[in-house]
């Protein structure tokens, strides 16, 4: 009787391959909890998991409550695009995030948008309007 040749996969493979399900064509976060479930994982396999590929920069962490992760880069996927509203009140707390959110633009992983990127002469109505419509994520 011949031997089956067959590899396992590893934690690591499952992880980015049950996020890219979970994720479709698209870069979008999945909440730590859905993706843990999906998986069937205890909580720290699923930490040590996700700990590994967030150093190896597989994945990105968003917040919020329960968190959620991202695949880095999808195959021809496009950045994140992330739309940022704010009140003027609220203009130092803006370019703090914008400043730690830099490192994501750089690697082409987000894109950031708020109305300061108005140019003069936009009808800012219809501008904002179209920049919602064509984000995934909104920042407040």
């Known amino acids: ?3 089956e040749n067959r590899q396992r996969r590893t934690y690591r ?7 890219e399900e979970l994720s479709g064509d698209e870069q979008k976060l999945i909440g730590n909890i ?3 479930k999906n998986l069937g994982w205890d909580e720290e396999r699923y930490d040590r998991i996700k700990q590994q590929l967030v150093e190896e920069n597989a994945i990105i962490v968003g917040r919020g409550k329960g968190g959620a992760v991202a695949l880095a880069k999808t195959k021809g996927a496009k950045a994140l ?9 609220d203009e130092t707390v803006k370019t703090e995030l914008v400043k730690h959110l830099e490192p994501l633009v750089r690697q082409n992983l987000i894109e950031a948008w708020h109305f300061r990127k108005l140019k003069a002469g936009n009808e800012w109505d219809r501008v904002i309007s179209k920049e919602m419509k064509t984000r995934n994520l909104f920042c407040c």
């Open 34 to 36: 859905t993706l843990q």
């Open 81 to 89: 695009n992330v739309f940022i509203s704010y009140s003027h009140l």
């Open 13 to 19: 493979e499952i992880f980015i391959d049950k996020l």
């Open 1 to 3: 009787m011949a031997k």
